[in-house]
């Protein structure tokens, strides 16, 4: 699968390095405790620049979800972009994989899991139905 890189930048590489070692990391306040996603300099609860990160158990469900076509790309395949909502209790948007849209429901349980791309130079966190490990593609 080829992708449009991401641009990382201080914020986020913690996200993307921990998504190549498949873990799910998380901005964490260090004041506070709040998660947030994305990644942003500041806690948008108490104000604090200082942060950590926490793994996430990369168990969810989904929040919302809609099937994404490319408006000029015949040849693309559809996707389901997806909110999924952490059992941390923050969300993040990504993508389901190994389903059908006919078989998505809201709240249904998803867990995460790690799509290569670019020759492996890029991994992206991604969600499958919880028990559904096994997949080709993904680890
Ligand atoms: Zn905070």
Not at 61 to 89: C, F, M, N, Q
Request: hydrophobic content about 40%.
């Amino acid at each position: 699968m080829k992708v449009v890189a991401p641009v990382e930048s201080h914020d986020d590489h913690f996200f993307w390095a921990g998504a190549k070692e498949g873990r799910l990391l998380i901005q964490r306040c260090s004041s506070c405790g709040t998660l947030r996603h994305p990644p942003a300099p500041m806690c948008g609860a108490c104000l604090s620049t200082d942060w950590d990160a926490q793994e996430a158990s990369g168990r969810g469900t989904v929040y919302s979800w809609i099937l994404s076509k490319h408006p000029t790309r015949e040849d693309a395949e559809p996707r389901v972009v997806a909110l999924i909502e952490l059992e941390e209790g923050t969300r993040l948007v990504s993508n389901l994989v190994d389903t059908e849209p006919a078989a998505i429901e809201n709240d249904m349980a998803v867990e995460v899991c790690f799509v290569e791309a670019n020759d492996g130079q890029v991994v992206l966190p991604q969600f499958r139905p919880a028990g559904a490990a096994g997949g080709g593609a993904t680890r």
